[in-house]
């Protein structure tokens, strides 16, 4: 049997080898499964705490468990690994938002709220990048999808669940928003449509993951 010190190493290796996120579950694996959920949750946040001054932490997101580099050292790394992170029109930014803080939402909701027909483009890039997903349909006439952000929309935020969102007043700041209303109190003007053409260059905005 491995002692504590000895599990810590193996969930060490095995999370700075992984590709992506890994449960417990799927940890709990290596060891037969005899070792509990809470002691694997247990042992891992004292690994999180012994790598809590390196340009490297471990993070527990929607997924799981994953090594990734610190955001306030990504600066540094970009210089020798320059990398294009893709850049989201506002009308993007903007929808992403009123999925995250208001899901689920179907498409009438969105174009409620921006004002604004919301293009099949923009819905789109949010599915394409995985961050959006359809979850079912709304029993209405027409029965339209109703959207929702998935696990990969956590994991890219080093997020584990939706309540740890920051306020959508921060969101608004960082994307140059204003904030709206509740649907059921807002007095939304009446759609207009919106060119599926991507924005000059000065409306658009960066989004990444930082996890290695």
């Given at each position: 049997m491995l002692t504590p010190s000895e599990v810590k190493i193996v969930l060490e290796a095995a999370l700075l080898a992984a590709q992506e996120a890994l449960p417990i579950s799927?940890?709990?694996?290596?060891?037969?499964?005899?070792i509990g959920a809470d002691t694997i949750r247990r042992l891992l946040e004292e690994l999180r705490e012994a790598w809590k001054d390196r340009g490297v932490e471990l993070a527990a997101?929607?997924?799981?468990?994953r090594f990734q580099t610190r955001a306030s050292y990504q600066k540094f790394l970009e210089r020798i690994h320059p990398e294009k992170a893709p850049r989201y029109s506002r009308a993007v930014l903007e929808t992403l938002a009123i999925v995250a803080y208001r899901q689920p939402v179907t498409r009438g909701d969105i174009e409620e709220v921006r004002g604004v027909t919301v293009s099949a483009e923009v819905i789109g890039?949010?599915?394409a990048r995985g961050w959006v997903e359809?979850?079912?349909?709304?029993?209405?006439?027409?029965r339209p999808a109703?959207?929702?952000?998935?696990?990969?929309?956590?994991d890219d935020l080093g997020l584990r669940s939706l309540q740890e969102l920051p306020p959508l007043e921060d969101i608004?700041?960082?994307?140059?928003?204003?904030?709206?209303?509740?649907?059921?109190?807002q007095s939304a003007p009446a759609p207009q449509s919106e060119p599926d053409s991507p924005p000059a260059s000065d409306e658009s905005a960066t989004a990444q993951s930082s996890a290695v």
């Open positions: 799927e940890l709990r694996k290596m060891f037969d499964e005899e997101t929607a997924s799981g468990w890039r949010l599915e359809v979850i079912g349909h709304k029993e209405v006439p027409g109703l959207y929702a952000t998935t696990k990969t929309f956590l608004a700041k960082t994307l140059d928003l204003t904030p709206t209303p509740p649907l059921d109190s």
